[in-house]
């Protein structure tokens, strides 16, 4: 069990990372971003949205998103679909002057529903009958211009992991290599690590030690064998061997 708040936004400023960058990328308002954290759930309208953002927003950080959603359901679905326990009608008074007096309640009761049926009736023929003569005063045009789709830029969602041989060492950059890296450290055999950006690059000590899967795709380290440092670039269509900075 863990804080979800609290390592969101631990993971958030060890990465520099503010909530205008992130809702553009992830397109989670930022009022959003800043509840999750807070871990403000009822200002999400459902809590699919809260699986959903706890999802997409931690595997952006580089975090497991199924791990967030799961403490999630552990901590505040449990036992929200309980069924209520059933409570036996009983009328007031209830005993002989109850049964005495039931015939006539009964007919009361039945007169009701007659009425209430009538009226729904009445007011269903009216809709229906009231629509087709509007119907005929309708004047057709042209229908709207339908709105442009805006389609989110693709990401690169990368896992790296250690080979059979060795752990790598790397440092990992978001959008441009002079930026702060959002990563450093080695990667031990046996465990990985998930970036996620339209534009990544990789500084890898022993490359010979690295496996890549890129959008669930295993590529190659480009360069193997041919030194101890690399730097790779990393876009949502492939892994390459990047220049090395003068």
Request: hydrophobic share 35%.
């Amino acid at each position: 069990m863990f804080e979800i708040g609290n390592s969101l936004r631990e993971a958030r400023l060890r990465q520099g990372l503010d909530f205008p960058e992130i809702e553009q990328a992830t397109k989670i308002r930022g009022k959003y971003l800043r509840a999750l954290e807070e871990e403000a759930f009822e200002v999400l309208p459902a809590q699919t949205y809260v699986k959903g953002f706890l999802r997409s927003y931690a595997d952006y950080l580089g975090l497991d998103g199924q791990l967030y959603v799961d403490e999630f359901n552990s901590r505040y679905v449990r036992g929200e679909f309980e069924e209520e326990e059933e409570v036996p009608f009983r009328p007031p008074g209830g005993g002989p002057g109850w049964r005495r007096s039931g015939s006539f309640q009964g007919r009361a009761v039945l007169l009701t529903v007659a009425v209430i049926v009538g009226l729904t009736i009445f007011v269903f023929m009216a809709a229906k009958y009231g629509d087709r003569n509007n119907q005929t005063n309708v004047v057709l045009g042209n229908p709207p211009p339908a709105s442009p789709k805006t389609h989110p830029k693709p990401q690169a969602k990368l896992r790296v992991s250690a080979g059979p041989t060795g752990s790598p060492y790397l440092a990992v950059y978001r959008g441009n290599r002079s930026s702060r890296p959002i990563y450093t450290g080695t990667i031990e055999r046996g465990r990985s690590r998930l970036f996620v950006g339209r534009h990544l690059w990789i500084y890898v000590f022993a490359p010979a030690n690295l496996r890549l899967r890129l959008n669930g795709k295993l590529w190659v380290v480009p360069g193997r064998g041919r030194g101890s440092r690399r730097w790779l670039e990393v876009t949502p269509t492939r892994v390459s061997l990047a220049p090395a900075i003068a």
